[in-house]
T-cell receptor
Framework: GEDVEQSLFLSVREGDSSVINCTYT??????LYWYKQEPGAGLQLLTY?????DMKQDQRLTVLLNKKDKHLSLRIADTQTGDSAIYFC???????????FGTGTQLKVEL | NAGVTQTPKFRILKIGQSMTLQCTQD?????MYWYRQDPGMGLKLIYY???????DKGEVPNGYNVSRSTTEDFPLRLELAAPSQTSVYFC??????????FGPGTRLTVL
């Protein structure tokens, strides 16, 4: 497909794990990113993965990359209410500097 | 080190008015970008610059102009505001083809 695709909405209970999925478009993308956007704020870089890696772990965050299927996922362990936000995946299309963003997944964490 | 700053935070324009959205970064980044984010959507690239004096169009450049006279500043100009330009505008910067850092955004409404 032409667009970076994400599911629009995810709801989890506090303490559970969250998995946010993304399907990207360009197999030559060098880096793949996850950004977090809290209400009324700009985008905050959460983590990124280089295209020659399958997995990257950073504290509660785990990124999995399946290059064959062009599938990227972000797992948040022990999800907290402060994790409620919109999460965007992004790819560097053509391997250059321009980012192409997905539509974002709104994560809602319930008590 | 303030990172990427944007002014104003909010603005309401009438159709046909013009304005300049300001963006400044203090990280000595060569690359700067302007994105717009429409409700429920990801970010779309308007213009970008790879250094002072060099600008190029992104995905949605129509109705906008930019200039890059210094490394620090990358203003975005709207000449004849239209309702379709109602959006949240984000400026970002990066060292090269590297992680992009975002400003807090300018929320623009055109009535």
């Amino acid at each position: 497909g032409e667009d970076v695709e994400q599911s629009l909405f995810l709801s989890v209970r506090e303490g559970d794990s969250s998995v946010i999925n993304c399907t990207y478009t360009d197999s030559s993308s060098t880096y793949l990113y996850w950004y977090k956007q809290e209400p009324g704020a700009g985008l905050q870089l959460l983590t990124y993965i280089f295209s020659n890696m399958d997995m990257k772990q950073d504290q509660r965050l785990t990124v999995l990359l399946n290059k064959k299927d062009k599938h990227l996922s972000l797992r948040i362990a022990d999800t907290q209410t402060g994790d409620s936000a919109i999460y965007f995946c992004a790819e560097t299309k053509g391997g250059g500097n321009k980012l192409t963003f997905g539509t974002g997944t709104q994560l809602k964490v319930e008590l | 080190n303030a990172g990427v700053t944007q002014t104003p935070k909010f603005r309401i324009l009438k159709i046909g008015q013009s304005m300049t959205l300001q963006c400044t970064q203090d990280m000595n980044h060569n690359y700067m970008y302007w994105y717009r984010q429409d409700p429920g959507m990801g970010l779309k690239l308007i213009y970008y610059s790879v250094g002072a004096g060099i600008t190029d169009k992104g995905e949605v450049p129509n109705g906008y102009n930019v200039s890059r006279s210094t490394t620090e500043d990358f203003p975005l100009r709207l000449e004849l505001a239209a309702p379709s330009q109602t959006s949240v505008y984000f400026c970002a910067s990066s060292y090269a083809t590297d992680t992009q850092y975002f400003g807090p955004g300018t929320r623009l409404t055109v009535l």
